[in-house]
């Protein structure tokens, strides 16, 4: 009974159906209630999101399975500590649970979300080392600045390791005589051996039956857990069904010579390829299919033609030839190839070239007759390829038949007797192996072109991040995840444009990926494009309303049409959903900022600090809100804060040379709006800032000229003239004053600059050093 509650709740998992999982599974705990079947249960408990329940079923468990799995519950329900305590107890144990990679980056992000860099950053570096291919820590590493530990272990030495390691693998694995290539399920840990899944044939379809196979082939340790990661229970079960051999073996593939069949186009495990473990004899008759489906061939004029029968009564002709004296038959031989013997020189069913066999008597079958009748079939088979005749090569065909006829029936061709030291599978392992260790690295070559542009782009060097994307194949490049990376990248440049674009494909390859989308509307929302931005935000909540990106859409549509109270409730609802959801945080901090609710918004910017002290929009928020208070030296601090973070950004270098200006320090404020200019060229405002800095120094020709190239830039923005008409009453031109003056009117500036610029020409002929500064 424990048996099947087992396999029913397996199989419930494995096909996604929790609730009845969950059911009898209680019933297999109640009735048997060892650790494994609590294990299970725990399990059925966390894939319906009731990691309450899978707490209190793992509490006080010792196997380091249940340990890992009770802190992911433990996690769940923001129980860090004993999350962190479980799974440092399963690192301390030296047990291996996923590799050793799972537990490592569990501890990392334990650390970073509890604000201790250092530490994180130790654990994730120790996951990659663990499992290069642990993509997740990669990207958290990177997250947290760590670009020279992230290069690293994505560089050259890392490839150069990683391809010894593949190389000792290949050369130290040792190779079982049967091995069959099975894929175990998660959830196919079985109960003694039945629970193993069919092998594949060579075109993927289960034609054989289940092989018993040895405790060490299946991957159980002596902890009753399986390499899959997943609990076996201890006890034994007999299997309710009985393996089988399977007595049809697959046809032999085309013409061979070495005897190695390509790879996917192979017998299947555990059946020797070729030869006698093919069933096919010279005359292309199967060992167990059907003789008058086979005895038609096609001649020059196009016809089918039948061979006739006596064709076929050769392997018993050639069964006598092979017996002695006394009507025994000799031991078998599995040299038999696909092809003929004494044209290709080779013997092409075992996968072993004839020079291989004659010299390793390890490798001859069990019987001590079989290293004489070896001999034999070696030495017909040079007098068949010398002379040239057709009576060696049907020696050579005799011998390949009566191999192939041990036993009662013929249908043990296809057995591993053909093969007892399993010289082909070797052979076939290797190649596997070959092929493994290629796909590693070709894996590994991946990541690495995707792991350095993401690194770049978390360093926010965005021109090095699109480079690096474009070294991808298109088919890797036009995914969603690829695009919503170059739409990043374009964001931090400012160009919003191409972000938009980059956007737009992203949502067209992949339309059910929402993140990124929160970017996507903030560039739309800069954009001004309410029509783009309202229809974004309508498909996004309409997909998936449980997702936080989703209602930053939302809040960012309200935004732009200035209802900042609405935008503010979608952004904490979005919170609601994720508080660790950092760009929410800042986003209720620009709503509280424009809402005038300076407190509010400094309370929301530090939360998100908190969250990811590397997000520079945070830094920002704070400085902005400082500048206008006029704490000018609070708002340097959290400039440089952000500027030291995004170090390429023309926006935090403007800002912070005005707060450097405001605090009398002109000359590193000229040199930081210089650097902003030359970030992003078509950014108006470090412009307009240098000319106000130059005109604060008397420099007044310089900042006319400065102007005059910005009009260029922005033609219709009103400060831009009220700054010139300031700087020519400087001059005592004050015909320009007026003229500027009265333009910067005509374009309609907003109220505050309507009444500051009217204020101006009234005070026209009043002198500069009467009247208040008022940039």
């Known amino acids: 009974m424990e048996a099947s509650l087992y396999e029913c709740v397996c199989a419930s998992l494995r096909v996604y159906m929790y609730r009845n999982a969950t059911f009898l599974c209680e019933r297999l705990c109640a009735e048997f209630p060892s650790e494994n079947n609590l294990l299970l249960l725990a399990t ?21 399975q249940c340990r890992y799995l009770f802190a992911l519950a433990c996690f769940e329900m923001d129980s860090m500590g004993e999350a962190e305590a479980a799974l440092l107890s399963c690192v301390e144990s030296g047990s291996e649970v996923l590799n050793g990679a799972a537990c490592q980056y569990m501890l990392g992000v334990i650390c970073r979300l509890s604000d201790r860099r250092q530490a994180a950053i130790g654990f994730y570096t120790q996951a990659l080392s663990l499992d290069p291919f642990f ?5 958290d590493l990177c997250l947290l600045g760590a670009d020279e530990d992230a290069a690293t272990l994505y560089g050259d030495m890392a490839a150069l390791h990683l391809q010894q390691q593949q190389q000792l693998h290949l050369e130290g694995r040792p190779q079982p005589a049967v091995a069959p290539s099975y894929v175990m399920d998660e959830f196919d840990s079985g109960y003694g051996l039945q629970a193993l899944r069919t092998p594949y044939s ?5 034609k054989h039956s289940r092989l018993p196979l040895a405790i060490s082939d299946i991957g159980i340790t002596s902890s009753g857990l399986s390499t899959s990661g997943f609990p076996t229970p201890s ?15 697959p046809q032999a593939p085309g013409r061979n010579v070495q005897g190695l069949p390509p790879f996917g186009t192979g017998s299947s495990p555990g059946h020797s390829s070729g030869g006698a473990g093919d069933g096919m004899s010279r005359g292309g008759v199967g060992a167990s299919g059907n003789p008058q489906q086979r005895r038609k061939f096609v001649d020059p004029d196009g016809k089918f033609r039948k061979i006739p029968g006596r064709l076929f ?29 004494g044209q290709t020189g080779s013997a092409s069913g075992s996968g072993v070239v004839p020079g291989l066999l004659a010299g390793s008597p390890g490798l001859v079958g069990r019987g001590g007759a079989a290293n004489s009748l070896r001999m034999s079939i070696s030495r017909k088979m040079t007098a068949g390829s010398t002379d040239g005749s057709d009576d060696g090569r049907r020696s050579v065909e005799s011998l390949e038949v009566a191999g192939g006829e041990e036993g009662p029936s013929s249908s043990r061709r296809g057995s591993v007797d053909d093969d007892p030291h399993g010289v082909g599978m070797m052979f076939r392992g290797a190649s596997r192996g070959s092929r493994a260790a290629e796909g590693a690295m070709e894996l590994f070559s991946l990541l690495r072109i995707l792991g350095e542009g993401f690194r770049h782009l978390c360093m926010f060097r965005c021109q090095e991040a699109m480079q690096a994307f474009s070294k991808l194949q298109q088919q890797q490049y036009e995914t969603g995840w690829v695009l919503c990376q170059v739409g990043r990248a374009y964001f931090e440049m400012v160009d919003y444009p191409e972000a938009e674009r980059a956007y737009s494909s992203a949502r067209r390859v992949s339309p059910h990926h929402l993140e990124g989308t929160d970017m996507y509307s903030t560039a739309l929302y800069h954009m001004k494009k309410d029509v783009e931005l309202s229809y974004l935000a309508q498909e996004t909540v309409a997909m998936d309303r449980l997702s936080p990106q989703a209602w930053c859409v939302m809040g960012n549509c309200f935004s732009l049409q200035k209802d900042h109270e609405s935008a503010l409730k979608f952004f904490q609802r979005a919170l609601q959903l994720d508080s660790h959801f950092t760009y929410a945080h800042t986003l209720c901090g620009h709503e509280h900022v424009a809402m005038e609710d300076f407190e509010e918004g400094l309370t929301c910017y530090r939360n998100a600090i908190r969250m990811d002290p590397r997000h520079y929009n945070a830094w920002y928020g704070l400085g902005t809100i400082y500048f206008r208070q006029e704490k000018y030296k609070l708002a340097e601090f959290h400039f440089r804060r952000a500027l030291h973070i995004n170090s390429r950004s023309s926006v935090l270098h403007c800002y912070l040379g005005m707060a450097l200006h405001t605090l009398k320090k002109n000359g590193e404020a000229l040199e930081l709006l210089e650097q902003a200019i030359v970030a992003d060229p078509k950014n108006p405002l ?3 800032q240098k000319a106000n800095v130059l005109m604060s120094e008397e420099r007044y020709h310089d900042a006319l000229a400065e102007l005059e190239q910005l009009k260029e830039v922005a033609p219709r923005e009103s400060s831009v003239y009220f700054l010139m008409g300031k700087i020519y009453k400087r001059l005592d031109m004050l015909e320009r004053a007026i003229y500027h003056f009265c333009i910067a009117l005509d374009l309609k500036p907003s109220a505050s600059d309507v009444n500051l610029i009217k204020t101006a020409i009234e005070k026209l002929p009043v002198a500069d050093d009467l009247e208040d500064e008022n940039l």
């Open 135 to 139: 993509w997740s820590a990669y990207e």
């Open 44 to 64: 059925c408990y966390f894939r319906r999101n009731q990691a309450h329940r899978a707490y209190h079923v793992l509490k006080g468990a010792k196997s380091t």
């Open 686 to 688: 470090p412009k307009y």
């Open 202 to 206: 060579s075109n993927g379809s289960p």
């Open 235 to 249: 006890y034994s079960t007999p299997s309710p069904v009985q393996p089988q051999m399977s007595a049809a073996g």
């Open 313 to 341: 009564e050769q392997p018993r002709r050639s069964t006598r030839l092979n017996t002695g004296g006394d009507g025994t038959s000799q031991q078998p031989c599995s040299t038999s190839g696909s092809g003929p013997l």
